[in-house]
């Protein structure tokens, strides 16, 4: 956070950085300058939303029976003088500290990436200004020739206090006479903004931007927003842009929302809900809501800001509000957590979540993928976290496979391909995409046109002991030395064996003697076919997906010992075999079955060290290219 410096008893100066941010939205150039409203109702509302938050638990506040409201005038001034504008809140208000703390400072990295986008000649918006950057309150100095906050705190001892700026270099705290509860905001405003000392003006711009604020907004006499809850309201009355504003006003976050749903239902439990699935994972450096649960509503009133016990931990991502009569209004977090309607309710709420995505994946498979690319980690996750779960997060599972041309495939398509003699769901681990399609594990598969699925999230490897089966079919990793796989039908031209058996005997013998303890066992493969080589666990190798969690952790990692199968038929083994049969001191065979050896851990994620291989390399290509 920024800091200021006290020059005299009231008074604060602004440090360097946060001078030229001001000195910007005071000469701002853009022409959306009505955003400064949308931005002081928000914070208004905000403001309310602690307050009600605070009298569930605490009735001795200020003015405890004054309406929850906001209130906008625009009082008569002497002809000739400058227009002013006045937004007040009966919300939770500030102290004198808390006004220096609140008022007196910018999220400095905000500002500072806010100034760097300026250097660097990039297009901004107002929205860049106000969300993405954080100067929220500040929005008011592109309009705003001075502006004076006088607030007064719920607290029934703290006194009424004023913050006044004019944008410039500094700002003053001082005492002020307010006996009601809340925070008003004076604003003088400049003469090329009076546009908005114009009740028909800001009747539109709150229409237009704080319609669903959840508390009456009064521009002079009459109620301006439609304050009516959005969840309550029929589906079928609102449009796509209502949604969008709604969840705007609500998160501060200027990204729409991938999708929402919108139910309600009467039994067996009462429920209106309106819930959204973010653009992203995180919420943006300045959104309102930073942390995970939906906010809890009975009878209208907030009782819970963020509930998390009515979703698994695994949807934590899903925002929104349920609200439900059936609840009593002044509850514990801890009766809330042990009530058996919130059980029911959770039940509902998560099989409509589920019901809503599945329905996303199938109509919009677009919208669908972009959604898997954020929260595909969390629902794999939550397998981790909370084996229960698989039934109900591995439907919504994608993956790319060896035949799906970069496409992302479900588990239920993949079952839906299988062959009628197909009884396992085949899958090859890889750090990427590309490492895992050149598996030499895919040889057999892509002979027999065999679908094998690219698990490639280090996340994929952690949970893969747990998947077990879906649908009744088990998973199978393709590097098992077990593996069974129908025979192919053989043909005239079956290629004859390159290497002699005595030739071929020899090369094994030499990998054995050159690898040592490194691998279990060195044999011919029965299935290789574009590989030269390739590593397989030996039968019984338990957790063997858990190496390459070790290796990426870099805790106590052994490269584990494999069976080295050989392409007899490839030929870079029928170069290798050659020499040991007819240049056996050649310093070429030990450097290539080590290359072999080292080349095979690259490909299945398991190599601690690949720049290691580097001198190795150089040295082959020396002699390669020496004659």
């Known amino acids: 956070m920024s800091g200021k410096e006290k020059t005299a008893e009231t008074s604060y100066t602004f440090k360097a950085e946060i001078k030229q941010l001001l000195q910007i939205l005071v000469h701002s150039l853009y022409k959306e300058h009505d955003i400064f409203l949308r ?20 009735r001795n506040v200020v003015d405890a029976e004054a309406e929850l409201a906001i209130r906008i005038e625009i009082p008569e001034v002497e002809e000739g003088a400058p227009k002013k504008l006045i937004i007040k809140d009966s919300g939770i208000g500030l102290t004198k500290d808390e006004l220096i703390q609140n008022l007196g400072t910018i999220a400095q990295s905000g500002a500072r990436q806010f100034l760097e986008k300026l250097e660097d000649g990039s297009e901004i918006t107002p929205e860049d200004v106000i969300g993405q950057f954080g100067v929220g309150f ?4 592109m309009v705003a020739k001075e502006v004076e906050v006088v607030s007064r705190s719920h607290k029934p001892r703290a006194k009424a206090a004023k913050w006044i700026s004019d944008g410039g270099e500094s700002f003053r705290v001082e005492s002020a006479d307010k006996s009601d509860r809340g ?46 809850p959005l969840w309550r309201k029929r589906p079928s009355n609102i449009e796509a842009v209502d949604y969008n504003n709604f969840y705007r006003q609500m998160t501060m976050e200027f990204e729409e929302p991938i999708t929402h749903i919108h139910f309600s239902s009467d039994a067996p439990v009462n429920v209106r809900t309106l819930l959204f699935v973010p653009a992203k994972r995180e919420p943006g450096i300045l959104a309102s809501r930073k942390d995970p649960g939906v906010m809890l509503y009975s009878h209208n009133v907030l009782i819970q ?16 509000v349920v609200d439900s009569e059936d609840l009593p209004l002044n509850v514990s977090r801890e009766t809330v957590q042990n009530n058996v309607l919130m059980r029911q309710l959770g039940k509902m709420i998560k099989g409509r979540v589920l019901r809503e995505l599945k329905k996303l994946a199938k109509n919009d498979q677009e919208k669908y993928e972009t959604f898997w690319g954020e929260f595909g980690r969390v629902l794999k996750e939550g397998v981790a976290i909370d084996p229960a779960a698989k039934d109900d997060v591995m439907p919504f599972f994608r993956y790319k496979s060896s035949t799906s041309d970069d496409a992302l495939v479900s588990l239920d398509e993949y079952i839906e391909r299988m062959g009628d003699e197909q009884e396992e769901i085949y899958y090859v681990l890889g750090d990427d995409d590309q490492s895992v399609a050149n598996s030499p594990h895919l040889d057999p598969f892509k002979a027999r046109d065999i679908e ?64 040592g303890e490194k691998v279990t066992e060195v044999r011919e493969s029965k299935v290789l076919k574009d590989s030269p080589v390739r590593l397989v666990s030996p039968e019984g190798a ?86």
């Open 305 to 320: 800001e963020y509930c998390t016990d009515l979703l698994p931990d695994w949807l934590g991502f899903i925002d929104g």
């Open 39 to 58: 931005e002081l109702v928000s914070n208004a509302s905000d403001a309310l939303t602690r307050l009600q938050f605070e009298m569930l638990t605490n």
């Open 138 to 141: 500040y929005s008011v100095f």
């Open 452 to 515: 094998v699925l690219y698990w490639t999230d280090p996340l994929d490897a952690f949970i893969a002991p747990g998947m077990q089966e879906y649908q009744e079919k088990k998973f199978k990793n393709i590097d098992d030395a077990s593996l069974e796989l129908p025979e192919l039908e053989e043909t005239e031209d079956e290629q004859e064996p390159a290497i002699e058996d005595p030739a071929f005997n020899a090369f094994v013998g030499q990998c054995v003697t050159t690898l």
């Open 542 to 627: 338990e957790n063997r997906e858990m190496d390459r969690i070790q290796r990426m952790l870099n805790k106590d990692y052994e490269v584990p010992k494999r069976i080295m199968e050989i392409n007899r038929n490839h030929a870079l083994v029928v170069n290798l075999a050659n020499l040991v049969s007819n240049n056996p001191d050649s310093e070429l065979i030990d450097l290539g079955i080590e290359q072999l050896y080292d080349s095979a851990l690259v490909q299945e994620g398991l190599h601690p060290n690949p720049a290691s291989m580097l001198p190795r390399i150089q040295k082959l290509l020396e002699m390669a290219t020496s004659g």
């Open 183 to 228: 925070t008003e905001i004076h604003i003088t405003l400049r003469k090329d903004a009076e546009e908005f000392a114009n009740d028909w003006k800001i009747k539109q711009i709150v229409k237009k931007h704080s319609d669903f604020v959840r508390f009456p907004v009064y521009v002079g006499e009459d109620q301006a927003n439609q304050q009516e």
